[in-house]
């Protein structure tokens, strides 16, 4: 085990000095990130002072629906991290990538009442994960030309995986090409460890960091499962079964690492589970459902709005009882610009007054709704003197306000166009 360890600490030095591309580290928080990560650092601590010289940059991505027990642990060790590096004067960077407020679970799934996933229609892997992660891959490729990614992927974990290895793998070097991303390459340096040794590592070597392995071991003991990797293109496996995850996943059947942790004490994450469970059992029935698709076309189509409602009543409740933010008041918001072009006005804020009995951050949405009103009054009033149908103006209005949320697959300019050109045809 020493002399396997001791090679790949040689082997990250001297790719490390092999050129200048910047380093982006895809940490998880999980045992085969934490490895990776860990022979890293000591591998650079070895390393003259003055040859280390480029950035490295630790990237973990945050779903906004991450296990509440596990996210808690991450944000503490990235924190550690950062503040390790600098005594230790390592160029590390600590970045949490989050999904944009248009590509939120909630936002969707609430929102626009997108049923939750599964194997067929998993519309959250792209916009919870690569997205974001991918986002912040291109700017450091913009800013630097190239890049080196550093996966805690290993070879023997799946055959599938080993092809992708092969598959983009740079001849006789240790990097590959990325599947998606121009100009970067990945780089697996604990590809042939096994999952024993990998257990044998953490808790034989002390984290760099002040960090502490048996925790981490204990965390998993009590989820038996494992961690998520960073995904950063579809031929990365989604988390499941056992593996650490969004506590809201509904790929798979059953949660198991959800199941474990209350079984093993943490009995404060059963609305959690309850909640995931409907999501489950639920996705098909047709009672919970429009009929009818977001383009107008016939089939099951998103949530209805009574659906919508309750799931945003039991997620709020969950939080209130939890003491765990579940989602923030931007989604909120976003959520109700969403229902107010379905014909559904203030009722999130309802929601929120019900569950919570109190508004919104104070009374922020009460002078939301009077200055609304203000600006529709002077509207009127100019529409009355320009001779100017109302109605079509605050039409218009409420697409501009709704623009930043939509998926993007048309401009500003083309929706302006479609509604003049309806109105047009209605005046004939």
């Known amino acids: 085990m020493n ?33 990776l990560l860990q022979l890293v650092w000591y591998a650079l601590k070895e390393l003259p002072k003055e040859k280390i010289t480029k950035d490295i ?24 991290i950062q503040q390790q590096a600098k005594i230790d004067k390592l160029p ?29 229609f998993r519309w959250c892997t792209d916009r919870l994960k690569i997205r974001p992660t991918s986002a912040y891959i291109q ?28 598959k983009y793998s740079v001849g006789n070097s240790r990097l590959s090409r990325h599947s998606d991303l121009q100009s970067a390459y990945t780089y697996k340096p604990i590809r042939y460890i096994s999952t024993d040794d990998i257990w044998m590592y953490l808790l034989e070597t002390s984290s760099p960091w002040a960090g502490s392995n048996n925790k981490l071991v204990d965390l998993y003991r009590k989820a038996s499962g494992g961690d998520c990797p960073l995904v950063i293109d579809t031929t990365t496996p989604s988390c ?18 959800m199941q474990s942790l209350i079984d093993n004490g943490e009995q404060h994450l059963k609305p959690l589970i309850k909640i995931r469970n409907w999501l489950v059992e639920n996705r098909g029935n047709d009672k919970y459902r429009t009929g009818v698709l977001r383009n107008g076309g016939k089939g099951k189509g998103p949530y209805n709005i009574q659906t919508r409602k309750f799931l945003l009543t039991q997620l709020l409740s969950a939080e209130k009882s939890m003491q765990e933010k579940l989602i923030s008041q931007q989604e909120l918001k976003a959520i ?42 002077r509207i009127a009033q100019l529409c009355k003197k320009h001779n100017v149908h109302d109605k079509f103006i605050f039409k ?9 949320l939509k998926l993007g697959k048309f401009s500003m300019s083309s929706e302006v ?3 003049i050109e309806k109105e047009a045809r209605n005046e004939n």
């Open 336 to 377: 109700q610009i969403i229902w107010d072009r379905d014909g559904y006005y203030k009722n999130v804020y309802k929601i929120y007054y019900q569950v919570y009995n109190e508004l919104i951050k104070g009374n922020i949405m009460n002078r939301q709704d009077e200055i609304k009103k203000a600006q529709n009054g």
């Open 92 to 120: 590390i960077i600590v970045k949490k990538t989050m999904p944009a407020l248009n590509d939120t679970f909630w936002v969707n799934l609430i929102g626009r009442g997108y049923p939750s996933p599964n194997s067929s």
């Open 417 to 419: 166009e479609q509604a």
């Open 3 to 35: 002399k396997q360890i001791d090679y790949i600490k040689a082997e990250i030095k001297d790719q490390y000095l092999q050129d200048n591309k910047p380093w982006i580290i895809g940490y998880s928080g999980g045992k085969d990130s934490t490895t």
């Open 57 to 80: 940059h630790v990237v973990c991505n945050d779903t906004l629906v991450e296990n509440p027990k596990v996210i808690d642990w991450i944000n503490k060790t990235l924190q550690q």
């Open 139 to 166: 700017e450091q490729v913009r800013k630097n030309g190239e890049v080196i990614i550093l996966l805690g992927t290993r070879e023997y974990e799946s055959i599938a995986r080993k092809k992708s290895l092969k």
């Open 240 to 257: 499941g079964q056992s593996r650490f995850g969004c506590w809201v996943c509904t790929v798979v059947a059953k949660d198991k690492s």
């Open 396 to 404: 218009l209005v409420e697409k501009e306000k709704y623009k930043s």
